[in-house]
């Protein structure tokens, strides 16, 4: 297979005729044996979508369970309904799910075309064609050119046109990282000219992301290793694990219990058949026979069985788990839909990339979060510096003093240096005096940093630089040397030129001494014009400081004090320093590293020895202070988040220092905290004790607040766990080594226990895998929803662990957002996401489950009751009609509309008050107690629905004097009462009213009376007489007035106890979203009493006019609290309110908070709470 260099993309020496055609039958080869470089992310195709789809649906259970109903209703001995009964809904039900599928597949297919047909240029037969990504073949050899996109392929660079080699790559597909990457040809392959490869690569590179070499029309040749599938990126993006709520899965257990109940019923009526056939029904055989094949009582009663398991299969709601996917669809798209949560720099909306889990954001107890580019912006900026002792960078007025925020002014002026970067922003003139002043070590200190590195420059015309660099840290510090006036132009492997105020200087680069996690510390050798050589290095303070020489103390005891000052403030810190070398050291120091590089033992341990020996004896320089950025918002979230009772951990890869001060800058760690905790063990034993030790301290603590209370005697009380007992605010530090240690099996719970009785918590230094397992810890023992958000590859891992994955689509690529579940730009949305969408998605979904189970047993435990009536012989009270459209048509539409519109409180409301999430923590709102109480209010309404009106037609007339009672009059009498009083009671639940929810629910009546009376018209019968027998029936019952009493009681009667228990509740036990929609409308009848009060008052007099203003009783409104609203601190003045310590006392129960927080005035919880 021929490679061509590339000389600005020409391809030389074309093979011959017969190497074409050799060459072409080898690619045809190829693209049988080997895979195609195809992606395909979607599931079916017109062909297999109807089978696989359907194959799919039926995995269900409930889907399973109606298929068999319907084979049951196709025997004529059992079935007492027709087939289209349970057909219709479950027709519905498969062609709803379908057009989902079909359409979140077309997509898929969408997506998959996108990047299939991309174009690329292939060498085939000696000539460049273009040619889709998808046909490209492994062997190929593509030529790429500047910001060209890599579509699906691992590829080996051959060659490139820039010099040695040279091409540079933006990985962000592939690792989430943006900053430049360069990769080198092999030496043998960079040249012009043709060479033959032959055999299989046997290393893959890595798939490229953005090709970017340096220059207009440069390019590079590639030679394909592994196509689509078997790409490193395809290989690594692992399953994503399928993900159910906890609602879910209550939800098929539930299911399962009805499903019993169900079988329960059926016995019971089977057994009633079976007796009464016996006693009674055998002295009816002439005129009332059994059917054919039935020879016995018993035979009788096992059909019975399956008729009334057909009769009252609506207790398992068969359009349940559509009307939940329905409601899923539509909170997803009010997420979806959300400007603010829209960020316009970016002009990213927030977007819920699954439907599956809404209900389960209102219900997170812990969350995770990555550092750079979640809580910050990931972009950093030069902030101050320490030169020689001398701190630069903070602002200061006229008289020498530090300005105060808003008291900046102009920032230093650049325009001397035509090659000044226009972003960059300094605000402390001293600096730029020093250097016109030509203060040596000030121009060392910037000489440094314009050399120290491995950024890559760009000039694409006359002065107009662009850099890329390996980190954001290292460009922000070239950044700043080139507005100082030493700006970095140029590189190639042996030289770096620097135009040092104006001046244009070539350095000749002798070493670099890269960094690495273990050095912490980057070097390079370089000889000036002069013929001088010299060390210069960079690094943390911790390793540098103790490799200085000791002429450095003073200035080192300096230097420290401005380190502390500046990390204090969560600035990220690098000492800088200098060594000047012999030229005769030098040349045995190079012979030595020279035999390091190419012994074929102990290579890398010979080079860090060689690397230790020249970086000793430094001169201290200088220290630089760096800021990355919180993002906007991001304390006040947290703070917001940590009202909530949502506890935050965060798992960054980035060193103690920094991680602590980012702590510190987003109000995570507090001065006010009783103790930061530091775990730094190396060994077992060493984690151990420190989390025993940080154990101990807070035990003793709590102790001493406890009034005498002791340790143990706090456990007696129902306490699960040591952390319930604990007192004080801590917070928890812990490195990478020492978290390897912490999550062996053997200390994985005692780890667990100290972090979560701590308000905070962060980890270091931590790789991908271990915040998967951190977050793994947490799912396993505490049984807590867990939510996990970043925005870079590393934090893939995590965010597919957590039940929850949140992707930041910030500075790292789209690897975190395309594995997420939810994606916005900035942190900031995650608290409406939670305290409202979340909420409220929770909030909607239990008060539709609620109902929709009422419904479904007030509907079809007549049915039940009926049967003692009706010899057990399975006859259905309702017509066939009314069964088949009760939850297709009559009840449908409102529920779906409470589900998705509903609210208990507006969204300002939710934000205010944190405290209004907890009961979704707590699952409140629907449980196994709450289930139970819906069933039993469904019997208790089905049992009046059917004995009130039995009792009335027993001995009611008609206006005529005939008897009023026949089976047809008494179904539409029940139908009737049933639909009114489900109607009524959803009004009742629906907490929030809508043009949708009134057109819904009263729609849904005119649209059951309408159907009625189509039903029992003329019309109908002439066309169907065997269908509808009854004319008029419906008619003539509604036209009675005893009929409609009998309606109006049956409703009475069921909704008041309703009302009247829900008013009691109000009254005496009201929840927080009860006391906060009363202060909602205390505030608003106070507003227009104040309105009123200021037009009535004097136009002339303006003296006095705000003391007055205020209205009689606004004063006792704030002595009682009701108008007091969320600030920054707490809304205490709900404490003494009987819903706080109902709340409180629930969480005592599940052991989620400490005992102290249960009692409103606890001198332990130091941030009060909502």
């Not at 009380?717 to 099996?745: D, M």
């Not at 189970?853 to 079809?860: D, E, G, L, R």
Request: hydrophobic residues 40%.
């Amino acid at each position: 297979m021929g490679c061509g260099a590339a000389g600005h993309g020409a391809v030389r020496g074309p093979p011959s005729p017969g190497g074409r055609a050799s060459s072409a039958s080898q690619r045809a080869r190829i693209q049988r044996e080997v895979p195609s470089n195809c992606i395909k992310t979607s599931k079916y195709n017109i062909v297999t979508f109807l089978p696989v789809n359907l194959f799919e649906q039926f995995q269900e259970v409930a889907n399973t369970y109606f298929l068999f109903l319907l084979i049951l209703q196709l025997i004529p001995q059992i079935s007492s309904l027709s087939w289209f009964t349970t057909i219709v809904p479950l027709v519905l039900v498969l062609t709803i799910t379908a057009v989902k599928d079909a359409t979140d597949d077309y997509f898929r297919h969408k997506s998959d075309n996108q990047v299939n047909n991309r174009q690329s240029q292939v060498l085939i037969s000696g000539v460049l064609r273009q040619e889709q990504w998808m046909n490209v073949r492994v062997g190929d050899i593509i030529k790429l050119e500047n910001n060209q996109f890599v579509a699906q392929a691992d590829l080996l660079l051959l060659s490139s046109s820039e010099p040695h080699g040279l091409c540079y790559i933006e990985t962000a597909e592939l690792d989430g990282e943006t900053n430049m990457k360069t990769r080198t040809s092999h030496v043998a392959l960079s040249f012009c000219g043709s060479k033959r490869i032959s055999g299989e690569p046997g290393v893959v590179l890595g798939a490229l992301g953005w090709s970017w070499p340096c220059g207009e029309g440069k390019s590079q040749l590639s030679h394909t290793v592994h196509p689509g599938p078997d790409t490193k990126l395809m290989q690594n993006s692992g399953r994503t694990k399928f993900k159910r709520t906890s609602i879910d899965r209550l939800m098929n257990t539930l299911v399962l219990w009805i499903f019993g109940f169900l079988v329960c019923m059926g016995v019971i009526l089977a057994i009633g058949n079976a007796i009464w056939e016996h006693e009674v029904g055998v002295c009816f055989q002439i005129y009332l026979p059994w059917d054919e094949g039935v020879h016995s009582a018993f035979f009788s009663g096992f059909l019975s069985f399956w008729s009334y398991i057909i009769i009252l299969n609506t207790v398992v709601p068969i359009s349940l788990y559509v009307s939940v996917e329905v409601i899923r669809l539509g909170h997803s798209y009010f997420i979806n839909w959300d400007k603010k949560m829209y960020c316009a720099k970016r002009q990213t909306p927030a977007e819920a990339r699954t439907t599956t889990l809404n209900e389960e954001l209102g219900q997170v107890e812990y969350i995770f979060s990555d550092k750079t580019g979640t809580l910050t912006q990931n972009i950093m900026v030069f902030s101050k510096c320490s030169v020689n002792g001398h701190s630069y960078g903070d602002v200061q007025d006229m008289l020498g003093h530090k300005a105060e925020l808003g008291e900046r002014p102009e920032p230093v002026d650049f325009s001397f240096n035509p090659l000044a970067d226009p972003r960059f922003q300094f605000w402390d003139p001293s600096l730029m005096e020093a250097v016109r002043l030509g203060d040596l070590h000030v121009h060392e200190f910037f000489r440094l940093l314009s050399l120290c590195h491995t950024v890559m420059s760009e000039e694409k015309s006359e002065g107009e630089l662009f850099y890329k660099a390996q980190s954001p840290d290292e460009g922000a510090l070239v950044t700043a040397a080139r507005n100082f006036g030493f700006v970095f132009r140029s590189r190639t492997p042996k030289t770096i030129t620097v135009q040092e105020l104006g001046q244009a200087i070539t350095y000749q680069l002798l070493a670099i001494l890269d960094f690495n996690n273990i050095r912490k510390r980057m070097s390079v050798i370089v000889r000036s014009p002069e013929g001088k050589i010299r060390l210069y290095c960079k690094g943390a303070d911790t390793i540098l400081l103790e490799r200085l020489h000791p002429l450095n103390q003073d200035l080192t005891s300096i230097t420290t004090d401005h380190l502390n000052e500046y990390a204090s403030e969560g600035l990220r810190t690098l000492v800088l320093a200098y060594r000047d070398l012999e030229e005769s050291y030098y040349k045995d120091w190079s012979e030595r590293l020279h035999r390091a590089g190419s012994a074929p033992e102990a290579r890398e341990d010979h080079l860090a020895w060689l690397y230790d020996e020249v970086e000793h004896d430094m001169m201290l320089l200088g220290a630089t202070a760096i800021e990355d950025k919180l993002q906007q918002g991001v304390p006040e979230t947290i703070a917001i988040l940590t009202l909530a009772n949502i506890k935050i951990w965060v798992l960054t890869g980035d060193k103690q220092e920094t991680a602590v001060n980012i702590g510190y800058s987003c109000k995570m760690l507090t001065d006010d905290m009783t103790e930061v905790f530091v775990v730094t063990g190396h060994t077992v034993l060493e984690v151990r004790e420190e989390l025993r030790k940080a154990r101990e301290k807070m035990m003793d603590a709590s102790r001493s607040v406890c009034n005498g209370f002791s340790y143990q005697e706090k456990l007696s009380s129902k306490l699960t766990s040591v952390l319930e007992a604990i007192a004080g605010e801590y917070a928890l530090v812990i490195n990478g080594h020492s978290l390897a240690h912490a999550l062996e099996a053997d200390m994985e719970v005692e780890f667990l226990e100290t972090a979560c009785a701590c308000k905070a918590v962060i980890c270091c230094r931590v790789t991908p895998l271990q915040k998967a397992q951190v977050v793994e810890l947490v799912k396993k023992y505490k049984k807590a929803v867990t939510l996990a958000i970043g925005d870079g590859a590393n934090d893939v891992s995590m965010i597919k662990t957590a039940h929850i994955g949140v992707g930041i689509s910030g500075q790292e690529g789209i690897q975190a957002v395309l594995a997420s579940d939810y994606s916005f730009s900035q942190f900031k949305f995650l608290q409406r996401l939670l305290l409202v969408h979340g909420r409220w998605s929770y909030l909607r979904m239990c008060k539709f489950l609620c109902y929709f189970f009422y419904k479904n047993f007030a509907f079809t435990m007549v049915h039940f009751w009926f049967g003692f009536f009706c010899g057990f012989s399975a006859q259905t009270v309702y017509d066939q009609y009314f069964i088949t459209l009760y939850n297709i048509v009559y009840t449908s539409l409102p529920v779906l509309a409470m589900g998705v519109f509903d609210q208990d409180v507006p969204e300002q409301r939710s934000m205010e008050y944190p405290k209004l999430y907890e009961p979704g923590q707590l699952n409140l709102l629907f449980n196994k107690r709450e289930f139970f109480i819906c069933i039993a209010q469904g019997i208790y309404t089905s049992i009046l629905m059917f004995f009130i009106p039995y009792g009335v037609f027993a001995d009611a007339t008609r206006d005529d004097g005939a008897q009023l009672a026949d089976y047809q009059s008494f179904a539409v009498t029940v139908a009737t009462s049933l639909v009114i009083v489900v109607s009524v009671q959803i009004g009742l639940d629906t907490g929030f009213w809508t043009a949708i929810n009134h057109f819904f629910i009263w729609g849904s009546l005119a649209a059951y009376f309408a159907i009625l009376f189509t039903m029992h018209s003329d019309g109908l019968f002439r066309m169907f007489p065997n269908q509808f027998r009854f004319v008029g029936n419906a008619q003539n019952t509604l036209a009675q007035p005893t009929v409609w009493l009998t309606i109006a009681l049956t409703a009475v009667v069921c909704i008041v106890p309703v009302v009247a228990f829900r008013f009691l509740k109000l009254d005496l036990k009201p929840e927080l979203s009860d006391t906060v929609r009363y202060t909602q409308l205390v505030r608003k009848k106070q507003k227009t009493q104040h309105r009123c009060m200021r037009h009535a008052g004097r136009a002339g007099s303006r003296r006095s006019g705000y003391a007055f203003s205020h209205q009689e009783g606004f004063g006792e409104l704030i002595m009682s609290g009701k108008n007091m609203r969320l600030s920054s601190l707490a809304l205490s003045s709900f404490a003494p309110r009987p819903s706080a310590s109902w709340i409180d006392t629930l969480r005592k129960k599940k052991g989620c908070e400490g005992s102290s927080a249960s009692s409103p005035g606890g001198t332990a919880d130091k941030t009060p709470r909502v």
